[in-house]
T-cell receptor, first 109, second 112 residues
Framework: GQNIDQPTEMTATEGAIVQINCTYQTSGFNGLFWYQQHAGEAPTFLSYNVLDGLEEKGRFSSFLSRSKGYSYLLLKELQMKDSASYLCAVRGRRRALTFGSGTRLQVQP | EAGVTQFPSHSVIEKGQTVTLRCDPISGHDNLYWYRRVMGKEIKFLLHFVKESKQDESGMPNNRFLAERTGGTYSTLKVQPAELEDSGVYFC??????????FGQGTRLTVV
């Protein structure tokens, strides 16, 4: 089976940098995804890591260490619109995603 | 390009009734997934279609749930008869081979 842990809530200040951690235990690994979800909306794809290292996409970066079962999502130059839930998800051998419970990020002025 | 669309956006039904949810994936996406989020819990996988074939239905909770994807285009998920614990948000997602999944906005199902 798969188990994914991420913090429930985080608060950060507009303009700052925030790191959201995710640890996972899995019987099969075929990539780790980060999604953003605003309340009542669809989860939106942010990033994908399948090899160790850092993937950068504008203000968002994601890091993966497969040996440690660890990933983080880094958000730079925080904006108020970044207030949302951030979902860590692992894809197993059978292609289905297993999600963590999500981290609710509150960006304050 | 149209995204993944789901219908209805909300449904309120009584226990014992039947409800059918519909998902239209992004055109050309062979992979179609159903997920569910019940109150306070994480999003959980239900099943995966590749074209019209069920690739993985290991997440389906019981035989009250029936998913179909005739012709390999849109998919339906029927719950019959609905129980109180079936309440939640049902998400559909689609993808091409080895790419990220795109999610619909979900159907919020309330069983009373």
């Amino acid at each position: 089976g798969q188990n994914i842990d991420q913090p429930t809530e985080m608060t950060a200040t507009e303009g700052a940098i925030v790191q959201i951690n995710c640890t996972y235990q899995t019987s099969g690994f075929n990539g780790l995804f980060w999604y953003q979800q605003h309340a009542g909306e669809a989860p939106t794809f942010l990033s994908y890591n399948v090899l160790d290292g850092l993937e950068e996409k504008g203000r968002f970066s994601s890091f993966l260490s497969r040996s440690k079962g660890y990933s983080y999502l880094l958000l730079k130059e925080l904006q108020m619109k970044d207030s949302a839930s951030y979902l860590c998800a692992v894809r197993g051998r059978r292609r289905a995603l297993t999600f963590g419970s999500g981290t609710r990020l509150q960006v304050q002025p | 390009e149209a995204g993944v669309t789901q219908f209805p956006s909300h449904s309120v039904i009584e226990k014992g009734q039947t409800v059918t949810l519909r998902c239209d994936p992004i055109s050309g996406h062979d992979n179609l997934y159903w997920y569910r989020r019940v109150m306070g819990k994480e999003i959980k996988f239900l099943l995966h279609f590749v074209k019209e074939s069920k690739q993985d239905e290991s997440g389906m909770p019981n035989n009250r749930f029936l998913a179909e994807r005739t012709g390999g285009t849109y998919s339906t998920l029927k719950v019959q008869p609905a129980e109180l614990e079936d309440s939640g948000v049902y998400f559909c997602a689609s993808s091409q081979v080895n790419t990220e999944a795109f999610f619909g906005q979900g159907t919020r199902l309330t069983v009373v």
